[in-house]
Nanobody, 122 residues
Framework: QLQLVETGGGLVAPGGSLRLSCVAS????????IGWFRQAPGKEREWVSSISNDARSLVHAEPVQGRVTNSRDNAKNTAYLQMDSLRPEDSAIYYCAAGIKWSVRTSDYDYWGQGTQVTVSA
């Protein structure tokens, strides 16, 4: 069983940056696509970014395009989401997830972390 734990969330002013980490245990992360998702109060969970198991494929959702960097270090069993130029509308709980498929769909990810809160406010 793969367990995922996100860290790095917090309160940041508009225009600021945060780096989220997703640490895996139980199984090697190298076999999985990693997706990042977010969910704001009263809204559905939405996909943010995905990175393939070998980091050769990357894709980002349009609202965050140019402002996020998705990376991974399989030797450390850890994935990262660097977020820059943050906006109030980026406020949400951010989740990392792992799946066998290359996908942007929530339903294709089998393992989920507990989430980390990101709040962008002055």
């Amino acid at each position: 069983q793969l367990q995922l734990v996100e860290t790095g969330g917090g309160l940041v002013a508009p225009g600021g940056s945060l780096r989220l980490s997703c640490v895996a245990s139980g199984l090697p992360l190298s076999g999985y696509t990693i997706g990042w998702f977010r969910q704001a109060p009263g809204k559905e969970r939405e996909w943010v970014s995905s990175i393939s198991n070998d980091a050769r494929s990357l894709v980002h959702a349009e609202p965050v395009q140019g402002r996020v960097t998705n990376s991974r270090d399989n030797a450390k069993n850890t994935a990262y989401l660097q977020m820059d130029s943050l906006r109030p509308e980026d406020s949400a709980i951010y989740y990392c997830a792992a799946g066998i498929k290359w996908s942007v769909r929530t339903s294709d990810y089998d393992y989920w972390g507990q989430g980390t809160q990101v709040t962008v406010s002055a």
